[in-house]
């Protein structure tokens, strides 16, 4: 079982950045690949990026590639998803995921979100 909680969300103009962080508990953190996905009101929740159980491979919509950054410290459980040059588009709650590297085909387990409102 993990648990994540997300933290970092606020208000920002737009050009402006943040950092969100996730962290996690439970066990085996460093066998989890973790994504973060967005949802903005009235619209699917999307795939922001993801990162693998050994912090290789990450993989960025398009919308962000470019902008946003995503990083993990197995010594602390925490991913974090840096975001440069915010857009008003970005709006929108952003989730942690994780999934096992060896066991989980989709992701698991969920955080319960940190709003992100990124005004003109």
């Known amino acids: 079982q993990v648990q994540l909680v997300e933290s970092g969300g606020g208000l920002v103009q737009a050009g402006g950045s943040l950092r969100l962080s996730c962290a996690a508990s439970?066990?085996?953190?460093?066998?989890?690949?973790l994504g973060w996905f967005r949802q903005a009101p009235g619209k699917e929740r999307e795939f922001v990026t993801t990162?693998?159980?050994?912090?290789?491979?990450?993989d960025y919509a398009d919308s962000v590639k470019g902008r946003f950054t995503i990083s993990r410290d197995n010594a602390k459980n925490t991913v974090y998803l840096q975001m440069n040059s915010l857009k008003p588009e970005d709006t929108a709650v952003y989730y942690c995921?994780?999934?096992?590297?060896?066991?989980?085909?989709?992701?698991?387990?969920w955080g319960q979100g940190t709003q992100v409102t990124v005004s003109s």
């Open positions: 995921a994780a999934k096992h590297s060896d066991y989980d085909r989709a992701y698991r387990y």
């Open positions: 439970g066990r085996s953190f460093s066998r989890y690949n």
């Open positions: 990162i693998t159980w050994s912090g290789g491979s990450p």
